[in-house]
C-alpha cells in the first residue's frame, strides 16, 4: 500500500553553477495539504516545478503515488498531477471558457471533443468558484484577481488527484482567499492531495496542514503547521519584525482569519 502522494528524497537541482534545491526529502501524505514557504529566492517554485517534471534534478528522487517522475508519460501525469502556476501569459486570446476546458484535454478521446460528462464537471467547478459570469470574456483581459480563479478551476477540471499550486492567493482580496482556503480544505476532506506556496503564514495556520519552509535551498522545518509555525522559526525566514500575534513584537503580519 502506498503511504505517500509525494516521496522526495535527497533532492537537489542547479541552474547551472548556482545550487537552488540542497538534499531535501520530504514525504507528503494523501489527501492533506502542504504549504511550501520561505522568503524570495529560496526555491519554492523550483521546487514545485521539480515535482512536475518540467525541471529535471542533478541529483535524488521524486516518486508520485510511489512512481518516479521521470518514469511517468507525460499524459498519465497530466491525469495524476495539475498545476496552477504563478503567472499566466496566453500568446493566443482565448475565452474563459475555452481556456478552462484545456482542463479536460487528457482525458479527450479520439474525437477530441469534450463529452457530457466532460461538460458537467466544467460546470460544477464554474459554479462552486462563480466564474459562468465571465465565460465568454477574453482571459488576457482579466484582472490578476479573475485570472488566478479561473486558473485554479482549470486546474479543478483537471480532476487530478494531486493538485499543485504557486501562489494561487497573491492577487486574491482577503474574503476571497477565505473563500479559497475553505475550497481548499473541502478538497483534501474530499481526497485530493494539495501541494501549494504562500507568502503568509495565516494560511496554513487556519488549516488543518503541514507546512515546509525553505532557506536558501535548503529546508528548515517541515511538520505539522501549528506546531512549527512559532516565532523563533518566523525571525529566522522573515526577520524580527515578523512576530505571531501576542509574541514579543509589536509589529505582525500574523492575524486571525476563522474559517466557518
Request: hydrophobic share 40%; glycine share 6%; aromatic share 6%.
Amino acid at each position: 500500500m502506498i503511504k505517500q502522494s509525494i516521496h522526495i528524497e535527497d533532492l537537489c537541482f542547479a541552474y547551472d553553477s548556482e545550487m537552488v534545491l540542497k538534499h531535501l526529502s520530504i514525504d507528503i501524505a494523501p489527501n492533506t495539504i502542504c504549504f511550501i514557504m520561505g522568503n524570495n529566492g529560496s526555491g519554492k517554485t523550483t521546487l514545485l516545478k521539480n515535482i512536475l517534471g518540467l525541471l529535471m534534478p542533478q541529483q535524488g528522487t521524486i516518486e508520485i503515488f510511489g512512481k518516479k517522475v521521470i518514469d511517468i508519460d507525460k499524459q498519465t501525469l497530466s491525469r495524476l498531477v495539475s498545476y496552477v502556476p504563478q503567472a499566466i501569459h496566453l500568446s493566443t486570446d482565448f475565452s474563459v471558457i475555452d481556456y478552462i476546458s484545456m482542463g479536460r484535454t487528457p482525458y479527450l478521446g479520439l474525437s477530441n471533443e469534450l463529452t457530457d460528462e466532460d461538460y458537467l464537471i466544467i460546470e460544477k467547478i464554474s459554479s462552486v468558484l462563480e466564474i459562468m459570469e465571465i465565460f465568454n470574456l477574453p482571459f488576457n483581459k482579466l484582472s490578476g484577481g479573475q485570472k488566478q480563479v479561473v486558473a485554479v478551476a482549470r486546474s479543478l477540471i483537471q480532476d487530478t488527484p494531486v493538485v499543485i499550486m504557486d501562489e494561487p492567493m497573491s492577487a486574491l482580496d482577503i474574503g476571497k482567499q477565505v473563500e479559497m482556503l475553505k475550497m481548499l480544505r473541502d478538497l483534501a476532506e474530499a481526497g485530493k492531495t494539495i501541494i501549494l506556496t504562500t507568502h503568509n503564514p495565516n494560511h496554513a495556520l487556519v488549516l488543518e496542514s503541514n507546512s515546509c519552509f525553505l532557506k536558501q535551498g535548503e529546508m528548515v522545518a517541515f511538520g505539522q503547521s501549528s506546531n512549527i509555525i512559532q516565532n523563533e522559526l518566523l525571525h529566522e525566514i522573515y526577520g524580527d519584525y515578523v512576530s505571531l500575534n501576542g509574541g514579543e513584537k509589536e509589529s505582525s503580519i500574523v492575524f486571525n482569519l476563522e474559517l466557518k
